[in-house]
């Protein structure tokens, strides 16, 4: 039995946008969705009532390398798993880990069965794997599992990137012989290649060959320049299996999100709204807005004029911008709640255009307001 049931409910006429409704274990997901990033089980400054009750949030993404470190996943199994340790009832995909492990760089050796590498806390030695990464997942009780692979470095040339997928596939396939299908977790492959569309065709046609519930795109967002990752994306959209979620992995902006949609893109996840709330950079339909900027001292109006999110309902950009500057802890998560609702704002809007016919519309018109008045 598949713990993973997805329906397309619309398509989009002259593009690959589609409406769809994903049902894991936990609960039912409306797609498009953007999924808040809750790295060591917990979105920074949010309560999963914010998230549920304020933001609307249908699932969250946690993180197989950070909670394997600290506390440890026999830490939270023993807790109950992941959901009971941090009060969340909906759906949880975890990534395996391959990213974080990437961005060590010199602290890790790869090796034919995974990957060496010293502990960012402390230095202390570790080894995963597709069989450590799929058991750690199952301890953590997501519901869904993600594929451990290697997020191909940007720039690489090809024999580099053809190096790196073909390696990643084999992972793939030991991954879901560590996790047959069942009915509790779903497991995701993911397509990578770097920026080559033979590469990524081919780990494409291998994704689709190994039964994995959903696919997913890695290896973007990378340092590429936008335009290689959006033909990337052209080039696989004709090709995804229409009757599996399509998930790209750690994009991006409000942009990036409505480009990867109108290619067939279901799922997306990225720190962009959190981090850059903490910074003191929110996100409206007319690009960004830096909160600590001098010309918000008097300013009386909200961050954006028709957000129903708590922070526009209740606070100026003045308020906003004194508790940036006073460094009190209030700014970081009135700022947060505000980004993740405009993501998930923009997420709502994209599916109600999709379903009345209009997407091709609503894409270009936001497009051009949000890109020109960011440049």
Request: aromatic share 8%; net charge neutral; charged share 20%.
């Amino acid at each position: 039995m598949s713990p993973l049931h997805f329906d397309v409910l619309a398509s989009a006429a002259g593009s690959y946008a589609r409406r769809g409704r994903l049902q894991l274990a936990h609960g039912m997901i409306e797609t498009p969705v953007f999924m808040p990033v809750g790295t060591q089980a917990t979105v920074k400054s949010m309560t999963p009532a914010d998230l549920m009750d304020e933001i609307g949030a249908d699932i969250i993404l946690a993180n197989t390398y950070h909670l394997m470190l600290r506390p440890g996943a026999d830490c939270v199994e023993t807790m109950g798993g992941l959901h009971r340790f941090m009060a969340w009832n909906r759906p949880i995909l975890t990534d395996s880990g391959g990213f974080q492990v990437w961005s060590l760089g010199a602290l890790r050796k790869i090796e034919p069965d995974g990957v060496r590498f010293r502990s960012h806390i402390d230095g202390s030695s570790w080894f995963l794997g597709p069989k450590e990464s799929m058991r750690i997942q199952r301890q953590l009780g997501s519901d869904i599992v993600m594929a451990f692979d290697e997020c191909t470095p940007w720039p690489a040339t090809h024999t580099q990137a053809e190096d790196s997928m073909l390696m990643s596939m084999r992972w793939a396939a030991d991954c879901r012989n560590y996790l047959p299908v069942n009915k509790h977790q779903a497991l995701f492959g993911i397509v990578q290649g770097g920026m080559y569309g033979d590469l990524r065709r081919q780990s494409l046609d291998a994704v689709q060959s190994m039964g994995f519930e959903g696919i997913a795109i890695g290896g973007l967002s990378v340092g590429e320049p936008k335009a290689e990752m959006l033909t990337v994306l052209d080039n696989l959209a004709p090709h995804l299996a229409k009757d599996k979620p399509h998930y790209v992995m750690g994009v991006g902006t409000p942009d990036d999100l409505i480009e990867g949609i109108d290619r067939g893109i279901d799922m997306f996840d990225c720190v962009m709204p959190t981090r850059n709330a903490r910074n003191g950079s929110l996100f409206t339909d007319d690009g960004k807005l830096n909160i600590k900027n001098a010309c918000h001292k008097l300013d009386e109006r909200p961050i954006m004029a028709d957000c129903a999110c708590y922070t526009c309902r209740h606070f100026s950009r003045a308020y906003l911008r004194h508790l940036f500057v006073a460094k009190e802890i209030l700014s970081a998560r009135l700022n947060t709640l505000h980004n993740l609702y405009y993501y998930a704002s923009l997420m709502r809007r994209a599916r109600q255009a999709i379903e009345d016919g209009r997407w091709c519309s609503f894409r270009d018109s936001f497009l051009e307001r949000y890109l020109s008045l960011s440049r």
